[in-house]
């Protein structure tokens, strides 16, 4: 799976949209980008994926550069209950039996302040 | 909404002592995860089990480790001779298989406290 980087820590301010930066230039075709966070100790939560076009959910907006060389996530109101660790992640498509597991990186800090 | 859920949610233990740790995973998943993370540090892989054995294992999980699916609901994470080493969260999660190629709902956690 290819190597992501990320920025250690980010501010945001309540209401505003909140833009993470993910660095992932050695994936590679078959591989997606994930997003997952994770809010103090608690289990890493789901976020969004894609393989190379936008996509966008009801938490989320994920923009893929055309050379899938870096992504961002988009928060479009953040509030202070988005405080928490991004992590961007490269992970191949799961084959028959083929269990694939998430590597996590340190990710982003994200603060919202009030 | 289908969730992960992880008992118990605190653990303390002796050293030296076995604990399971258990989980149950969405309903219709196949592949079955460990994950741990030690006070401040990464979340890291531990094992991945599909179709009732380890798929694949990482360099943490040792002999001391194992897992089962003792019956069609249970997903268990044992240590046989806990450390100090060993306190950490304990993540389960499970997925199923997808073209899109399968999320990972992760559970809330067990605390492992090893004293």
């Known amino acids: 799976d290819a190597k992501t980087t990320q920025p250690p820590s980010m501010d945001c301010a309540e209401g505003r949209a909140a833009n993470l930066p993910c660095n992932h230039s050695t994936i590679s075709g078959n591989e997606y980008v994930y997003w997952y966070r994770q809010i103090h100790s608690q289990g890493p939560q789901y976020i969004i994926h894609?393989?190379?076009n936008n996509e966008t959910n009801e938490m989320a907006s994920l923009i893929i550069t055309e050379d899938r060389k870096s992504s961002t996530l988009i928060l479009p109101h953040a509030t202070l209950r988005d405080t928490a660790v991004y992590y961007c992640i490269v992970r191949g498509t799961i084959s028959s039996g083929s269990a694939r597991q998430l590597t996590f990186g340190s990710g982003t800090q994200l603060t919202v302040l009030p | 909404e289908p969730e992960v859920t992880q008992t118990p949610s605190h653990q303390v233990t002796q050293m030296g002592q076995e604990v399971i740790l258990r989980c149950v995973p969405i309903s219709n998943h196949l592949y079955f995860y460990w994950y741990r993370q030690i006070l401040g540090q990464k979340v890291e892989f531990l094992v991945s089990f599909y179709n009732n054995e380890i798929s694949e294992k990482s360099e943490i999980f040792d002999d001391q480790f194992s897992v089962e699916r003792p019956d069609g609901s249970n997903f268990t994470l044992k240590i046989r001779s806990t450390k100090l080493e060993d306190s950490a969260m304990y993540f389960c999660?499970?997925?199923?298989?997808?073209?899109?190629?399968?999320?990972?709902?992760f559970g809330a956690g067990t605390r492992l406290s090893v004293l």
């Open positions: 999660a499970s997925t199923s298989q997808t073209p899109l190629g399968g999320i990972q709902y």
């Open positions: 894609g393989l190379k």
